[in-house]
Nanobody, 125 residues
Framework: QVQVVESGGGLVQAGGSLRLSCTAS????????MGWFRQAPGKEREGFSC????????YYTDSVKGRFTISRDNAKNTLYLQMNSLKPEDTAMYYC??????????????????WGQGTQVTVSS
């Protein structure tokens, strides 16, 4: 049984930092593209960062590029997201997901099979 579990969310002031973690079990972690998604109330889900199974390729949307860094440790079956210079508009539920597709130009939710329950990130102004 595949399990994906996020952690590390919380409340932070604008300009601050948070580090999210995501642990996946029940799958061959290093065979999967991993992605971070977020959804704010009343908005569509956004796939803002993905990393290829090897870790050699990453993708970011313009909304987070230069502020967020995705990384993975395949030996620990763990995905990370370092978030710096946080803004109030980063407030959302953050989800981790695993999939077998790497596109390189987008992180589409339809490409991901396994999802975590999410961790809330709230950035106060």
């Amino acid at each position: 049984q595949v399990q994906v579990v996020e952690s590390g969310g919380g409340l932070v002031q604008a300009g601050g930092s948070l580090r999210l973690s995501c642990t996946a079990s029940g799958l061959n972690f290093d065979d999967y593209t991993m992605g971070w998604f977020r959804q704010a109330p009343g908005k569509e889900r956004e796939g803002f960062s993905c990393i290829k199974w090897s870790g050699a390729r990453t993708y970011y949307t313009d909304s987070v590029k230069g502020r967020f860094t995705i990384s993975r440790d395949n030996a620990k079956n763990t995905l990370y997201l370092q978030m710096n210079s946080l803004k109030p508009e980063d407030t959302a539920m953050y989800y981790c997901a695993a999939g077998r597709v790497w596109r390189g130009y987008a992180c589409g939710g339809e490409d991901f099979s396994y999802w975590g329950q999410g961790t809330q990130v709230t950035v106060s102004s």
